[in-house]
């Protein structure tokens, strides 16, 4: 069945996204397999594609229920990159150096037929003739009923968000009455069909969810050892909705003592080059967790990874301010009248990031607020995680 028959939920979280500026073509594009560096010479190899701007929950830190209520208006369908769109850039992307593709949103499994452009993108291949790293961000919510077909259409591994074991914290955080039942049976499902290893983040905010990291960590470990990592992410400053204070964020250096205490702890190497977690190992082997540390130990340095929104919008950091607009590539003609070929679409992708600059975190921690951190930013939910 075709996407094309989706009827479109109401639904618009870019509302309030700063406008993305038209892409320039260099005069002579480069080869469509040139690998890029930016300016502070970090590689592209890592795309988060967004697919919808849809969720079903409405958690504070992300969608809340204040902002993102029933009046909010979100994208209509006719806005959103089709599965053909998404396949062509992609594959653009990765001629140029991208080896892991991520599909996130909103919430990815709200899209139609997803199974269908896991499909394609499974399909594509590096350079060098190797498969992608091709893996999904999900709340869980959904994942009982799809982890099957996920698998069969090429999805490798899922990571879940999860804050929180107890049921009433859980249902506070994600604000619709979610039951965590559903969302651990959904990380079972995942399990069971080898969409693996799997990774369960939990964000931690203080005076929020904070008494949910031992239990978090006792539970992953206890049913599933090495299969689930577990990751705590500091609370972050993403957008402008979700009402940031400093006060509110424990550190992952606390994290990491507070586990520790209770379940001994050994470091580990960095899996890969531009890895957002600190790795720690348990003692007695039974698996990992990490640790995502963007607000007390900023990770700009070696930051690989570039943002496609769901309405083809490029964006270059989790915390941007400003977009690049390759949809207009894609639908609007070349002033010579004829559509753009896939070389200068390949080569306005190459200026974009040769041009990065970007380290928000960074700045944030060298610089007071009102330098580091001014004008209004992308919502998370917009470009996803």
Request: overall charge neutral; glycine content about 8%; charged content about 25%.
């Amino acid at each position: 069945m075709s996407e094309r028959n989706t009827i479109a939920i109401v639904d618009q979280r870019s509302a309030s996204a700063p406008a993305a500026t038209r892409p320039r073509i260099p005069d002579t594009p480069a080869p469509r397999n040139s690998l890029l560096s930016d300016g502070l010479g970090r590689p592209l190899r890592d795309l988060r594609i967004s697919v919808t701007d849809r969720c079903n929950f409405r958690c504070s830190y992300c969608m809340p229920k204040e902002v993102f209520d029933k009046h909010h208006q979100f994208l209509p369908q006719s806005s959103l990159l089709s599965f053909e769109e998404i396949l062509r850039l992609a594959t653009l992307f990765v001629a140029q150096g991208v080896h892991k593709i991520r599909l996130t949103g909103g919430e990815p499994l709200l899209r139609k037929h997803l199974e269908r452009l896991i499909e394609m993108l499974a399909a594509l291949r590096t350079p060098d003739g190797t498969p992608l790293d091709l893996t999904l961000t999900t709340n869980g919510s959904l994942l009982t009923r799809k982890a099957a077909a996920l698998k069969a259409a090429g999805l490798q591994r899922v990571t879940v968000s999860l804050d929180g074991m107890d049921d009433a914290v859980f249902r506070r955080m994600n604000d619709v009455d979610f039951p965590v039942a559903d969302v651990l049976a959904g990380i079972e499902a995942a399990v069971a069909v080898g969409l693996g290893p799997i990774k369960v983040n939990m964000v931690v905010k203080r005076g929020t969810n904070a008494q949910e990291i031992v239990p978090m960590a006792r539970y992953f470990r206890d049913h599933y050892g090495g299969r689930v990592i577990l990751r705590f992410i500091e609370y972050m400053d993403v957008g402008a909705t979700n009402g940031w204070r400093m006060d509110e964020v424990m550190p992952s250096a606390e994290v990491q003592r507070l586990i520790d205490q209770h379940f001994p702890l050994d470091t580990l190497d960095p899996s890969q080059p531009g890895e957002t977690a600190e790795r720690w190992r348990y003692r007695d082997g039974r698996g990992e967790v990490g640790f995502i540390s963007s607000v007390t130990q900023a990770f700009c340095g070696d930051c690989n990874r570039a943002r496609l929104s769901t309405e083809g919008q490029l964006y270059l950091c989790l915390f941007a301010q400003q977009g690049h607009d390759l949809r207009s590539l894609l639908r609007q003609p070349h002033p010579a009248g004829r559509p753009y070929t896939d070389d200068e679409i390949a080569g306005a992708i190459g200026l974009i990031w040769q041009d990065r600059s970007d380290r928000y975190s960074q700045l944030r921690a060298s610089q007071p607020a009102s330098s580091a951190t001014a004008g209004r930013r992308i919502e998370m939910s917009y470009i996803g995680g």
